[in-house]
């Protein structure tokens, strides 16, 4: 395939990812999907090797191709309109949030690709609403689904659906988004029996080979661009809100020629909260950070893989056994992760390295009833500052790194929600000072018109992004909760808490770090 055909190509199979999330945005229940997008989708070949995918959240993607696996391991042989879905952490997810429908696509009774999506889904279950709580164990954390075919041959197993959607405080909207996710899959099979119709089974199948040896190439490309050699780094985690002490997270990067061996040998052993990052996690967020190294128009395929060895000690944070709280592992260890791979990488290629960003999803969640008796649960995370880039500075009150998602609009959360939003601001000041300033945080304080039960999970509250080559450091996040009378409290960077109708809770998030010594 030539290189004109092979980018139309590559552009056509990434385009059925996206209309696959498009018809999940457009028919889920939930804000969480409908308005903040917290899914992703993707294709991938007939073996389970991923081949394209959307532009959607980056710790889901790079770790989707484990639960392709994870699917087929457990599941195969598949029949056509079948749906496996999964959410354990330890057989293919990240946390359990995360539903994980596949679906392999037949054309004249052969095997010719997968389809995939992933989705945060608001409430799963578990000790606190939304599902993201201070854990020590999976187990409190909602309910755990292996590999399951949740479709057979085009016909829904409504018994584990109805089992499924009853272990969230919010049936409904589960039962909703999991029905949405679960159909867009026929999307990917009209496109892709398109496509063959279009190309025949052999050219699809040499093109999505094509896809693969071309992630190959620009990644070894990558690799080749940075100077031979060993670098290291170590970053630290605030704490995994069970025990107060720092979570070190150490990577040893080793290159030769056009390949890395990436070591995390010195990171914390796994923790007892829920700051553990299932192995997944981990390898999605490497690949993030190498990835910000090429262009926009980086491949996304199971190429980009082979050139990368990798240890990552079984039984450390970033590796855990079972049954490791992971809650958070998912959306703030990732984070760190790449804050730790940037930090190594600046030793070889400092002018190509921005700043620290906030570093945090700024996690929180919130549930109760209603005044009518009915039961809501919301999950949302926070942007912050972007780290500033050596010729610019960087962006205000943004989503960054191993985070996409858009925020709920505030129209939207006050309808559905017994909330008044009181401030939306930019948290001006916040970010580093330097030639180029860092981005700054965000303000949201949110006031409960009925009791509610809140969870937070986030970072950067001890340890501020840093600056780089001479730039300041990024202003720390803080979370405050004001009662009736305007009584302020501080409140820990993790941990759930019941609170009375007419609180507000206020989360400042971190600004980005400066980059360069201001003029």
């Known amino acids: ?27 889920a229940f939930s804000s969480n999907i409908q308005e903040r997008r917290d899914y992703s989708c993707a294709l991938f070949d007939h073996t ?14 790079g770790a989707m191709p484990r639960s392709v696996e994870a699917a087929i391991a457990y599941c195969a042989p598949f029949s056509d309109g079948d749906v496996v879905l999964l959410n354990d952490p330890f057989a293919g997810g990240t946390h359990l949030p995360d539903f994980t429908s596949v679906a392999p696509i037949f054309v004249a009774g052969t095997l010719v690709a997968y389809s995939a999506t992933r989705a945060h889904h608001a409430d799963v279950g578990g000790m606190t609403p939304g599902s993201m709580p201070l854990s020590r164990s999976l187990y409190q954390e909602g309910i755990i689904i292996p590999p399951i075919k949740l479709i057979a041959a085009g016909q829904r ?4 659906f109805a089992l499924i959607v009853r272990n969230s405080r919010t049936s409904d909207e589960r039962s909703g988004d999991l029905a949405a996710q679960l159909a867009c899959h026929q999307i990917a099979t009209a496109r892709v029996h398109e496509l063959v119709a279009k190309m025949g089974p052999i050219a699809l199948t040499n093109g999505f080979a094509a896809l693969i040896a071309y992630g190959e190439q620009r990644m070894r490309q990558i690799i080749q661009a940075i100077p031979d050699g060993q670098y290291q780094a170590t970053e630290y985690l605030d704490n995994d809100g069970v025990d107060t002490s720092p979570l070190a997270i150490h990577v040893t990067l080793t290159i030769r020629a056009d390949s890395m061996h990436i070591d995390f040998t010195g990171s914390a052993s796994q923790c007892r909260g829920p700051l553990n990052a299932p192995q997944a996690v981990t390898e999605s967020a490497v690949l993030y950070a190498l990835r910000l190294l090429d262009g926009d128009d980086m491949p996304a395929s199971a190429g980009v893989y082979r050139p990368l060895t990798w240890n990552i000690p079984v039984g450390s944070i970033l590796n855990p056994l079972p049954p490791a709280a992971v809650a958070g592992g998912n959306v703030e260890t990732s984070q ?43 999950y949302e995370t926070l942007g912050g500052g972007m780290g500033a880039r050596p010729t610019a500075d960087g962006l205000d009150a943004v989503q960054t790194h191993m985070t996409n998602t858009r925020n709920t609009p505030v129209e939207a959360f006050e309808r559905l929600y017994p909330v008044r939003v009181t401030q939306l601001a930019v948290r001006r000041g916040s970010g580093g000072d330097g030639a180029s300033h860092g981005g700054a945080g965000l303000q949201k304080s949110i006031q409960f018109l009925v009791p509610v039960t809140i969870t937070l999970l986030t970072e950067r509250r001890e340890f501020a992004p840093q600056g780089t080559h001479g730039g300041g450091a990024g202003a720390s996040g803080q979370n405050l909760l004001s009662d009736s009378e305007g009584i302020v409290t501080p409140l820990p960077s993790k941990g759930s808490f019941d609170v009375p109708a007419q609180s507000t809770l206020h989360i400042l998030t971190p600004g980005g770090g400066g980059y360069g010594e201001s003029a």
């Open 1 to 27: 395939m030539d290189a004109i055909s092979l980018e139309v190509f590559r552009h056509r199979c990434a385009a059925i990812a996206e209309e696959m999330g498009a018809a999940l945005e457009r028919s």
């Open 48 to 61: 389970g090797a991923l081949v394209a995918q959307a532009a959607h959240i980056p710790v889901h993607l």
């Open 157 to 160: 197993n409504d018994a584990v």
């Open 336 to 378: 760190r992760v790449v804050d730790t791979m940037l930090s190594a990488l600046a030793q070889a290629i400092p002018m190509r390295i921005p700043a620290q960003s906030a570093g945090t999803m700024n996690n929180w969640t919130m549930g109760g009833m209603r005044n009518d008796n009915t039961p809501f649960a919301y």
